[in-house]
């Protein structure tokens, strides 16, 4: 089962080296446990922020001898400046496409966020890396469900209507129902919390 973690955003609270190396060092020690991606998420930084962040993030994960891979959350400009691995795109209308992505940097790991079959199918059309699908049991902000779980059933069928493309279910998914997920065909699972609890 593949591992795909994501930052929590919360970093632009505290802002500063420490907090900076704080997430690197958390990083590092997933990298170190084996995770298979790694998601720069903190969307409300500044580009140079974020690019100093991921920089940090980059290094800490490539001492720790891993074959994680970094990514950063929508931004290509950022993510080519300091040389991630790829990018996560919203799959939202206006934003990147998979195919403005591959135009400028080919090989780029590019995963999508989708919410339905037809934003899978666009997905898998327009040569995305990966999908991320849900949310399978639900989301969660400070502890208050504000969206309902899709389920399994819609999980498999995302699995399968995706075809090669890795599916990795999002959305409340943990330890206790992570292997419930690969059983209905994902090939892993991403999570904010399971990775960096607060």
């Known amino acids: 089962m593949q591992r795909y973690a994501i930052t929590d955003g919360r ?10 190396e704080r997430l690197a ?27 100093g ?3 940090l993030v980059l290094e800490a994960v490539r001492a720790a001898g891993s074959a994680t891979k970094v990514l950063v959350a929508q931004r290509l400009d950022v993510a080519i400046a300091v040389g991630a691995d790829g990018v996560h795109l919203s799959g939202q209308q206006g934003e990147l496409t998979v195919a403005q992505v591959r135009a400028l940097k080919p090989e780029a790991f590019v995963s999508v966020s989708c919410h339905t079959l037809a934003d899978v199918r666009q997905a898998r059309a327009g040569g995305a890396s990966a999908v991320l699908f849900g949310p399978v049991f639900g989301k969660r902000v400070d502890g208050v469900e504000v ?26 998914v943990g330890e206790r129902n992570a292997a419930s997920c690969v059983d209905v065909g ?13």
């Open 186 to 198: 994902a090939s892993g699972i991403a999570a904010i919390r399971m990775f960096f609890p607060c």
């Open 53 to 55: 962040v991921c920089r």
């Open 25 to 51: 060092k958390a990083c590092a020690e997933l990298a170190a446990d084996g995770v298979d991606f790694i998601l720069v998420r903190e969307k409300k930084l500044a580009p140079g922020e974020l690019a």
């Open 147 to 172: 969206t309902e779980g899709v389920g399994l059933e819609a999980l498999r069928e995302a699995c399968e209507t995706a075809g090669e493309v890795p599916v990795f279910a999002l959305g409340g």
């Open 11 to 20: 970093l632009w609270f505290s802002p500063g080296r420490d907090a900076n």
